[in-house]
């Protein structure tokens, strides 16, 4: 997954606010954010004041619902700089079905 171009991201469900446990390269070169400075938090470090909150109420219904969802999200680099993020998530679920993770893949469609 290191060598995708597109952003990939593993968030732990069964954590407290979801935190990342997985970037691959690809998200830290369409971010500006090492490996490092993203696992452990919450993706909603890339959001900010331009961030449409009708695609946000759509991505917190499908997480609420446990389904896959694809939005488009102004979201900022590191360097303030804005870029539209594709993101789809898809929920992996353990055998009873509850939802344990979600795989994001983000692409930069700006």
């Known amino acids: 997954m290191d060598s995708c ?6 968030a732990d469900f069964t954590q407290p ?5 997985y970037a691959n390269v690809g998200f ?3 971010t500006g954010y090492s490996v490092q400075e993203t696992v452990g938090h919450n993706c909603r470090f890339l959001q900010g004041p331009g961030t449409d909150q009708n695609e946000l ?3 917190r219904n499908a997480i609420k619902k446990g389904e896959a969802v694809t939005v488009v999200l102004k979201n900022y680099k590191k360097s303030g ?8 998530l ?12 979600y795989v ?7």
């Open 57 to 59: 109420n759509k991505l």
């Open 81 to 88: 700089e804005e870029f539209m993020n594709q993101l789809s």
């Open 28 to 30: 830290e070169v369409m």
């Open 5 to 10: 171009a597109e952003g990939i991201t593993i």
């Open 17 to 21: 606010d979801q935190p990342l446990i």
């Open 104 to 110: 994001g893949i983000q692409s930069d469609v700006t």
């Open 90 to 101: 898809t929920p992996i679920r353990d055998a009873d079905g509850q939802v344990m993770y």
